[in-house]
């Protein structure tokens, strides 16, 4: 259904799936958009189905609008938690300027009365000294003094609780002094004095007990909590993070790096220690203090910071060196752990992930880079040495480990040495990154894996004989790579391009993709292989490697044609003379191929045989490399212009003898072609152009070419006894031509008779 076609009420809404978010939304933050009336004119006018269309998408677009805010806040989380610490310092500033303010009034207010009032510095040594007025009654000094003694004794036994209850009992007498007629300002003033001086005397002691090393998180949530209940939430929340900061320090220094205690399992005990003192500050922080925003804000800071530098450790002990020679294994278990433990916090709404993507993605990267040029280094190095014969793989690799011998050769395609290594390689390599998901590398590996396969096609092509890759000389700057001397070598150039293209590499890049898991296994990947192929990412994958492919391929097909046209002294094989010098001779010649074609024919023959074998189970790549073999001889001598204008520009014209041995050349051609069922449509029209343009030279000389030209059949039936001929198939009768001539068993005059029986 498209929900773009519906009528629209009001303004129109466009569902174009190809807008951005912002366009989709712009007609619901309307001010004037009414849900209720928006739904009912819809609805109204259509059918079950249709509604249920509209309620998906508009269900997608609230999980695509509900993204797109979580990632604006991300955005600017920075900016809000400093703002909002900002605020939490400001309003503690504003607090304590209230206060000041307050307690300034009240020593204005008493000293107006003429009351005198006497320090109460001495309190805090243990005495409190008596205050004596006229206008204030005894028992209230009494009180005073025994609330004052009071407190002091359970602060001095530790006893927050009890200090905390008398402390609130203090403040609600003030209170209900104020309201007394027996208790004057300056008795209120000095009772307020002193409460504000015991409470600042607890909460030192609070903060005194909290900063002890050997507090347990028990005694140090009763300390923040009763600090809070003193009224400076602030200073309780600030002192709560420093006293897990200052234990998960300690501890750190405990685990330093040693021999042993390294890699893996220092960056599992590190990773296990700073998350967890995370988690239990974090739970800590929202059972006392809920989720007020200046708290949380704070708290957040405080994990990132934690975070940030339990990354520097890790990278500075455990990922610095192997990262830089190439140790992506360890690199990848190193991180993998540090990732498992992050991802645990996620539930508590700590989404500290970003931050060890931004310290560890450049590590990982950097061993990655290494791995993919190690690749590049040993496949080039056993390029040099390679004798380019096929075989299974070793046993012992990886990959191997957990079959059986015979099941692992049986699942195992052919390959030269280099490719088998890098086959293994890629496979090691996808394995150590696929875990890796969070920090996104994956495009990264599968563009460098492309990148090494591309230079191995090069070095594939720099092993044809006659390569203009490269010099293949030692010392002058290209690799040195070992030449594929026999067509047998040079299609296993072909064998190896094609089998990592089509199978191995992408079988080893599905790990990449954690949504492909289920395909993991070889055998289950060989049964699904058509299925993986709707992936569009596997199908551009080979795409992309077919395109390198193809270069090998049509790199190997040149050089085949070169071979046929060219001479060893560099002269043209493939001339129009070989068609000019038939006529002005008495005799007619005997009709058979020319020598070039029987030649292509038997190359044709000899690599069909050759693919067959290394081919099996992929006889469309076969067919696609004798098809493009065909077609590179005959688009050569299509576009050879030199040829061309010999034929129809002369100086000595095209004859019947000499056209009708190009025709039987070309329907040769199209005939063993069209047997070995690599005849394309693109190969078969071309060939009649050329016939066609053969024909027009000389009916440009003012002779009638078909005159000249016998039946089609006649063109056949010479063929295919070309052909049999040529396979050794035969069955003519005795002759007395000389063995030798490949033309022993058809003479002229035979051939004659099959013209003149076709003309009849």
């Not at 809000?80 to 206060?99: H, Y």
């Not at 989720?291 to 804000?297: D, H, N, Q, R």
């Not at 191995?504 to 890049?509: E, V």
């Not at 000499?658 to 071309?686: K, P």
Request: proline share 3%; hydrophobic share 40%.
């Amino acid at each position: 259904m498209d929900f773009g076609s519906l009528s629209s009420v009001g303004d129109s809404v466009d569902f174009d799936r190809d807008l951005t978010l912002s366009d989709k939304l712009k007609f619901f933050k309307a001010s004037n958009f009414d849900p209720e009336g928006f739904v009912t004119a819809r609805c109204r006018r259509m059918g079950e189905k249709e509604i249920r269309h509209l309620t998906t998408y508009l269900i997608d677009l609230k999980k695509a609008s509900a993204e797109e805010m979580r990632k604006s806040v991300y955005a600017n989380y920075a900016a809000f938690i400093r703002t909002s610490r900002e605020i939490s310092d400001l309003e503690g500033q504003l607090l304590a300027l209230r206060n000041l303010l307050s307690n300034r009034a009240n020593l204005v207010h008493g000293l107006a009365e003429g009351i005198g009032i006497r320090s109460l510095a001495a309190s805090s040594e243990g005495s409190v000294d008596d205050i004596v007025t006229d206008k204030v009654p005894s028992k209230v000094e009494n009180w005073l003094a025994q609330f004052l003694e009071t407190l002091e004794v359970l602060l001095a036994e530790r006893r927050v609780d009890e200090a905390l209850a008398a402390l609130e009992e203090g403040e609600q007498t003030v209170e209900e002094a104020k309201n007394r007629k027996g208790f004057t300002a300056s008795a209120v003033q000095l009772l307020q004095a002193a409460i504000m001086e015991q409470r600042k005397k607890l909460a030192d002691q609070l903060e005194e007990a909290a900063s002890q090393s050997s507090i347990t998180i028990v005694e140090l949530r009763s300390a923040v909590q009763a600090l809070k209940r003193l009224g400076d939430g602030p200073r309780a929340h600030t002192l709560l993070l420093k006293t897990h900061h200052e234990k998960l320090q300690s501890n750190i220094q405990s685990l330093r790096p040693s021999g042993t205690l390294h890699g893996v399992a220092y960056t599992a005990a590190l990773s296990q220690l700073t998350f967890s003192t995370v988690a239990q500050a974090s739970s800590d922080s929202l059972a006392i203090f809920n989720e007020e925003p200046a708290y949380v804000s704070e708290l957040v800071t405080w994990a990132v910071k934690q975070t940030e530098n339990f990354a520097l450790l890790i990278k500075r002990h455990v990922l610095d060196l192997p990262s830089a020679s190439g140790g992506l294994r360890p690199v990848a278990e190193s991180v993998q752990i540090c990732f498992g433990h992050c991802s645990l916090l996620e539930a508590r709404g700590l989404a500290l992930s970003p931050v060890l993507l931004k310290f560890f993605r450049p590590c990982v990267e950097l061993a990655l880079n290494a791995n993919l040029k190690r690749i590049e280094q040993c496949t080039a190095a056993l390029v040099a040495a390679d004798d380019w014969s096929l075989t299974y793989q070793p046993v012992g690799a990886r990959s191997l480990s957990t079959t059986s011998l015979s099941s692992a050769i049986s699942s195992q395609p052919r390959l030269s040495n280099s490719a088998h290594k890098f086959s293994t390689m890629v496979q090691e390599l996808c394995e150590d990154v696929s875990p890796l998901e969070s920090l996104q590398l994956s495009d990264t590996a599968l563009e460098g894996i492309i990148q090494a396969f591309n230079e191995y096609v090069n070095m594939l092509i720099s092993a044809l004989p006659g390569s203009t890759e490269t010099e293949n000389l030692e010392g002058s700057g290209s690799r040195i790579v070992r030449m594929a001397e026999t067509e047998v070598q040079q299609i296993a150039l072909l064998a190896n391009a094609l089998m990592l293209a089509d199978e191995l590499l992408p079988r080893a890049t599905l790990k990449l993709s954690s949504s492909q898991q289920m395909f993991r296994n070889d055998e289950q990947f060989r049964r699904t292989s058509d299925r993986q192929n709707r992936f569009p990412e596997q199908r551009e994958l080979k795409r992309r490697l077919q395109r390198m492919v193809d270069q090998l391929r049509d790199s190997f097909c040149r050089q085949q044609a070169l071979e046929l046209i060219f001479n060893e002294d560099g002269g043209v094989r493939l001339g129009a003379n070989m068609y000019l010098s038939m006529d002005g001779v008495s005799e007619e010649p005997e009709w058979f191929p020319s020598p070039i074609y029987q030649e292509l024919f038997q190359k044709l023959t000899y690599v069909a045989g050759i693919a067959s074998d290394m081919f099996v189970g992929r006889e469309r790549f076969a067919t696609i490399l004798l098809m493009r073999l065909t077609e590179t001889i005959i688009l050569w001598l299509s576009d050879d212009q030199s040829f061309w204008d010999e034929i129809e520009q002369g100086p000595k014209p095209l004859g019947p003898f000499g056209l009708q041995q190009f025709c039987l050349d070309m329907e040769f051609v199209i005939l063993f072609a069209s047997q070995g069922r690599y005849l394309s449509r693109n190969l078969h029209q071309v060939i009649k152009n050329i016939i066609g343009r053969a024909i027009e030279a000389v009916a440009a000389n003012n002779v009638d070419p078909y005159s000249m030209l016998p039946e089609d059949d006649w063109f056949a039936e010479v063929a295919q006894i070309a052909i049999k001929m040529l396979t050794g198939k035969a069955n003519f009768g005795a002759t007395d031509r000389d063995i030798g001539s490949p033309t022993a068993s058809i003479s002229a005059r035979s051939v004659s008779s099959i013209h003149s029986h076709g003309s009849n």
